[in-house]
């Protein structure tokens, strides 16, 4: 999309890390680049303020951000697991558990209010769910499922985590306990990866709009690159739609 209006797109990965992003921000400023749109690491949005007083465009992509008076474009991640923990109740599953990441980012804590949220329409109490919090990583996600699995008479019936990769190691390590993924243990990811329709059984999850957050972001940005300053700031909350296959089912009463 940027390539067809004659730009050229620099990515950098900060790893959530807010040095890092700092650092990333002083180099393409040093280049001369003529926007940029920015995942912020934290709620630390002072550096990026001195960038917009400098007069550089700047969009922010899927953080809320309220004190920066900028153009957003965001996931509405409070709505997503609220789907996805309602869509578990519907289908009979009371003992829930929820594989969260461990990493303090907005969107996590938006997550969790989703979660907590559901909960509520339904008349139960925060603690009618287990969380536990993880890395990022497959093995991350087997090994707090593993800790859900420890006690028979408190295992989850149905099990909501943060992320696709999350969820992936979730299965793995329910397979290897000889359990069966739905019949025993209901899964659901967050993202709508490429690899969940691959996956066995096949991963239901929570589509992350990727492409056309995207392409509304840097619509947003050639906007603003082309000088329209005078406009007030945007901004375009997505929502993410559950998808239903193969990893979830309705409670089968022992």
């Given at each position: ?165 999350i969820a992936m ?6 397979t290897d306990q ?48 082309a000088g329209d ?26």
């Open positions: 999309f940027l390539f067809s209006h004659g730009i050229t797109l620099s990515l950098c990965n900060s790893e959530h890390l807010l040095t890092k992003e700092k650092d990333y921000i002083n180099a393409l400023r040093a280049k001369l680049v003529d926007g940029l749109i920015i995942i912020p690491a934290s709620e630390d949005s002072d550096h990026i303020n001195q960038v917009m007083e400098s007069g550089l465009p700047v969009l922010v992509l899927d953080r809320p951000l309220s004190r920066l008076k900028t153009d957003r474009v965001l996931i509405d991640h409070d709505h997503g697991a609220k789907d996805a923990v309602e869509y578990l109740l519907s289908l009979g599953h009371s003992r829930l558990a929820y594989l969260d990441k461990k990493y303090q980012l907005p969107h996590k804590l938006a997550r969790l209010e989703g979660v907590y949220k559901a909960l509520s329409a339904h008349g139960l109490p925060e603690d009618a769910l287990r969380r536990v919090e993880c890395g990022v990583s497959l093995q991350d996600g087997a090994q707090a499922m593993s800790l859900l699995l420890q006690k028979r008479a408190s295992r989850p019936t149905a099990v909501f985590c943060f992320d696709d990769i190691g979730a299965i793995r390590a329910i000889g359990l069966r993924v739905p019949k025993d243990i209901s899964v659901i990811g967050f993202d709508d990866m490429s690899l969940c329709s691959y996956t066995v059984p096949r991963l239901t999850t929570l589509h992350y709009p990727r492409l056309k957050m995207s392409k509304i972001a840097c619509e947003l940005l050639l906007k603003r690159i300053t005078e406009e007030e700031p945007v901004q375009v909350v997505l929502t993410p739609k559950l998808v239903v296959r193969e990893s979830t089912q309705a409670l089968i009463e022992d």
